[in-house]
């Protein structure tokens, strides 16, 4: 248990544990008293913040149960729709890792990586035209710069790709 200290016009006038603070209705309680009046009064629900973070935070939980939904139902038809012969050369145990591994992506990181995407561009593009419009000659070296990036971006993706391929690969000739 923590013990708190409460000091008031520099001196130390109540020593003890959160419930027995409370319980003594001293200065620490009247401190508790006076931030959560003012905190309750400030927060009154009709912050249009609040509001637009909420409503954005239920479309992409909405947008991303359909989503998996939608990658499970095409997943489950492609599968089914193979030919024999792909069961044949494919252990039940690679589909299997694959379809839990991408439901389990969609579930558990898509809304994460969409939220931040939302909350992030609309700072982001809001520094870059005050940027542009308080110093127009950047655009020559944004523009260009944004080109390589993108190339490099695409290069890097690929590269990764292609590498994580090589890895699960390897594992599944390992067994």
């Known amino acids: 248990m923590d013990l708190i200290v409460v000091m008031k016009d520099g001196e130390i006038s109540e020593l003890g544990s959160y419930t027995e603070l409370i319980e003594r209705d001293g200065a620490f309680s009247e401190f508790i008293q006076t931030y959560l009046t003012e905190n309750f009064h400030q927060s009154s629900g009709n912050d249009p913040e609040v509001l637009a973070v909420s409503l954005l935070s239920v479309a992409i939980v909405i947008g991303s149960v359909s989503a998996s939904r939608l990658l499970h139902a095409d997943m489950l038809n492609r599968i089914v729709r193979c030919p024999m012969s792909f069961f044949d050369t ?10 839990s591994k991408d439901v389990d992506i969609m579930d558990n990181n898509i809304q994460q990586y969409v939220l931040n995407l939302f909350l992030l561009l609309g700072p982001l593009i809001s520094t870059f035209i005050i940027i542009m419009y308080t110093t127009p000659m950047l655009i020559a070296v944004f523009v260009p710069l944004a080109v390589v990036f993108s190339f490099l971006q695409r290069d890097i993706e690929r590269r ?3 590498q994580s391929l090589q890895s699960t690969t390897n594992v599944y000739r390992s067994r």
């Open 90 to 99: 494919t252990p039940l145990g690679r589909i299997l890792n694959r379809f």
């Open 160 to 162: 990764l790709v292609d």
